[in-house]
């Protein structure tokens, strides 16, 4: 069985610009989570999507916005980006919500605002 | 308020010696506990979690956690450290509350990087 993807798995971006990253779940897993890691901060959750609904959403500006297709899979949306915004996005799939199922990890997107 | 807490960012431990990764948390509910390893170059991986029963629990490459309410406590044990757990180790935590809907969110701890040193 195939495991999480994302794409692409670098980009570099300048101040002010938007970005859309892409995951892909693994096949029958309905939710799917993204993170921010960075090395100060570590891993933080940004939000969670079962079966295309938003179940949850952490402590984000609006500048970062999410959606998720019948088919599950999952677009991040992140507009008018800073220099904070420099970190490595991980997306998670699971059969249930995170947190009750156990989570796989893409590789990440490493994102760096210049 | 949830939370959960890895009260040591560095962990150093001699090849064949048993290492504990230390792990608390703060829910209002029932506490659903998990702990994560991140390689080198490599994404998260599930290790184990606790929802319910056994306090301890055994999960993969030879790691086992205790869950101890009293303590609110889920430290992550090995008896006999490798070289190739080196590694960056997360705790996480979801609050189902009292009704268990789980509507709150999940929650990582920084993490702890654990060097086992030949």
């Known amino acids: 069985k195939a495991g999480v993807t994302q794409t692409p798995r670098y980009l570099i971006k300048t101040r002010g610009q938007q970005v859309t990253l892409s995951c892909s779940p693994i096949?029958?897993?309905?939710?799917v989570s993204w993170y921010q890691q960075t090395p100060g901060q570590g891993l933080q959750f940004l939000f969670e999507?079962?079966?295309?609904?938003?179940?949850n959403k952490g402590n984000f500006p609006g500048r970062f916005s999410g959606r998720q297709f019948s088919n599950s899979r999952s677009e991040m949306n992140v507009s008018t980006l800073e220099l904070g915004d420099s970190a490595l996005y991980l997306c998670?799939?699971?059969?249930?919500?995170?947190?009750?199922?156990?989570?796989?990890f893409g590789p990440g997107t490493r994102l760096t605002v210049t | 308020a949830q939370s959960v807490a890895q009260p040591e960012d560095q962990v150093n431990v001699a090849e064949g010696n048993p290492l504990t990764v230390k792990c608390t948390y703060s829910?209002?509910?029932?506490?659903?506990l998990f702990w994560y390893v991140q390689y080198p170059n490599r994404g998260l991986q599930f290790l184990l979690k606790?929802?319910?029963?056994?306090?301890l629990v055994k999960g993969s490459y030879g790691f086992e956690a205790e869950f101890n309410k009293s303590q609110t406590s889920f430290h992550l044990k090995k008896p006999s450290a490798l070289v190739s757990d080196s590694a960056l180790y997360f705790c996480?935590?979801?609050?189902?509350?009292?009704?268990?809907?789980?509507?709150?969110?999940?929650?990582f701890g920084t993490g702890t990087r654990l060097t086992v040193i030949p």
């Open positions: 998670a799939s699971s059969m249930g919500l995170a947190g009750v199922d156990e989570q796989y």
């Open positions: 096949s029958g897993h309905r939710s």
């Open positions: 999507y079962f079966s295309e609904t938003q179940r």
């Open positions: 829910v209002s509910g029932n506490p659903y």
């Open positions: 606790y929802i319910t029963g056994d306090n």
């Open positions: 996480a935590v979801r609050d189902m509350g009292p009704d268990q809907t789980g509507a709150n969110n999940l929650f």
